[in-house]
T-cell receptor, first 106, second 113 residues
Framework: GQNIDQPTEMTATEGAIVQINCTYQ??????LFWYQQHAGEAPTFLSY????GLEEKGRFSSFLSRSKGYSYLLLKELQMKDSASYLC???????FGAGTRLTVKP | GAGVSQTPSNKVTEKGKYVELRCDPI?????LYWYRQSLGQGPEFLIY????????DSGLPNDRFFAVRPEGSVSTLKIQRTERGDSAVYLC???????????FGDGTRLSIL
């Protein structure tokens, strides 16, 4: 089976840095994915880690530790448009966590 | 278009009716996934196909739910004897292969009255 945990809500200030954590337990591991979902819209792919370490992609970075079953998504230079839910997903069958709703305040 | 297409975008029906939701994935994508999502929740896995076969259908809540992908492209999610609790947004996603980044459709908002 699989268990994926993320904080339910986070708040941060425009221009700041925020780290969203995801812990998981899975019987099979094919990679860990992060998606962004704005209210009323479909999720969109942000980043993917299959090996341990940090993957950087502009203002977004994602880190993975397979031995610890842990990942985080780091968002730098926050903008108001980054207010959204951030979803962590694992496994070949792509099970999702409940998502973290991020609110960016001026 | 080049994206994942889902039809209808909205469906309102009465309790007890039968509904079919369609997903047209990106051409060449072998993996296709169905999820449902309720307000404030993450996508709940229902089933995924690798080609024509259901590789994992363990997320289907009960035998009222069934999905097919007969030619390895378009998929249909079928719900019999709908209940009010089936109301949700049904999302479809496809990826080049299992374990690759998914591309989502805009979803079908299903409302059971």
């Amino acid at each position: 089976g699989q268990n994926i945990d993320q904080p339910t809500e986070m708040t941060a200030t425009e221009g700041a840095i925020v780290q969203i954590n995801c812990t998981y337990q899975t019987s099979g591991f094919n990679g860990l994915f992060w998606y962004q979902q704005h209210a009323g819209e479909a999720p969109t792919f942000l980043s993917y880690n299959v090996l341990d370490g940090l993957e950087e992609k502009g203002r977004f970075s994602s880190f993975l530790s397979r031995s610890k079953g842990y990942s985080y998504l780091l968002l730098k230079e926050l903008q108001m448009k980054d207010s959204a839910s951030y979803l962590c997903a694992v496994g070949g069958d792509m099970r999702f966590g409940a998502g973290t709703r991020l609110t960016v305040k001026p | 278009g080049a994206g994942v297409s889902q039809t209808p975008s909205n469906k309102v029906t009465e309790k007890g009716k039968y509904v079919e939701l369609r997903c047209d994935p990106i051409s060449g994508h072998t993996a296709l996934y169905w999820y449902r999502q309720s307000l404030g929740q993450g996508p709940e896995f229902l089933i995924y196909f690798q080609g024509t076969g259901a590789a994992d259908d363990s997320g289907l809540p009960n035998d009222r739910f069934f999905a097919v992908r007969p030619e390895g492209s378009v998929s249909t999610l079928k719900i019999q004897r709908t209940e009010r609790g089936d109301s949700a947004v049904y999302l479809c996603a496809s990826s080049l292969d299992p374990g690759q980044p998914q591309h989502f459709g805009d979803g079908t908002r299903l409302s059971i009255l």
